[in-house]
């Protein structure tokens, strides 16, 4: 099945610094690239994805950047505010079904004032 | 506004015990889930289903069973709980309405206590 690779694990950054989260997969067939946040004590929560055809979607201070020859993706965050602290999961379709998902393990973000 | 929710939101039982746990959803999606999230582990696929009367088994299943007698329910049970079954539980729900098939919706998790 599909493996999704998440790193790292943790990742304190200064407030105003930019934060980089990497997911590699394993399934090149896997067209759908989502990314959860998950504020503590809450449900995780879709913030932005991206299709295989394309190669990065921004919205606002968020970003994702597709690499599919290498098989990997990347959530970008500039401009970090204390509210962005939280888990961070990335998601790839679980291999030979578009409607499961596999997680990536989570990165704890850490926003210092 | 439609929505997905979950009962209870914290439960403490016995080893040996049976615990159902419900998940209710008003999007009328096809598709639902149950993870459980454990430090370190993300979130785990326990069972899925993707319509009435079928049901699936995740990554990690065992000592753990749901039903799907409408589009609406997905109850997960604990046949008899053990204590490596402590952990927070997430429902999730995925449909055809938002555009995109994968995009799954989540409940706010039931914290179960296993002593």
């Known amino acids: 099945g599909e493996n999704v690779e998440q790193h790292p694990s943790t990742l304190s950054v200064q407030e105003g610094d930019s934060a980089v989260i990497k997911c590699t997969y394993s399934?090149?067939?896997?067209?759908?690239f989502p990314w959860y946040k998950q504020e503590l004590g809450k449900r995780p929560q879709l913030i932005i994805d991206?299709?295989?055809?394309?190669g990065e979607k921004k919205d606002q201070r968020i970003a994702v950047t597709l690499n599919k020859t290498a098989k990997h993706f990347s959530l970008h965050i500039t401009e970090t505010q204390p509210e962005d602290s939280a888990v961070y999961f990335c998601?790839?379709?679980?291999?030979?079904?578009?409607?499961?998902?596999?997680f990536g393990s989570g990165t704890q973000l850490t926003v210092l004032p | 506004d439609a929505e997905i929710t979950q009962s209870p939101r914290h439960k403490i039982t016995e080893t040996g015990r049976q615990v159902t746990l419900a998940c209710h959803q008003t999007?009328?999606?096809?598709?639902m889930f149950w993870y459980r999230q454990d430090l370190g582990h993300g979130l785990r696929l326990i069972h899925y289903?993707?319509?009435?009367?079928?049901?699936n088994k995740g990554e990690v299943s065992d000592g753990y069973s749901v039903s799907r007698s409408n589009t609406e329910d997905l109850p997960l049970t604990l046949e008899s709980a053990a204590s490596s079954q402590t952990s927070v539980y997430f429902c999730?729900?995925?449909?055809?309405?938002?555009?995109?098939?994968?995009?799954?919706?989540f409940g706010p998790g039931t914290r179960l206590t296993v002593l």
């Open positions: 289903s993707y319509g009435v009367q079928d049901t």
């Open positions: 998601a790839a379709p679980t291999s030979g079904s578009a409607r499961q998902l596999t």
């Open positions: 991206i299709r295989s055809n394309v």
């Open positions: 999007w009328n999606h096809n598709n």
């Open positions: 999730a729900s995925s449909g055809s309405r938002t555009g995109y098939r994968n995009e799954q919706f």
């Open positions: 399934d090149s067939a896997s067209n759908y």
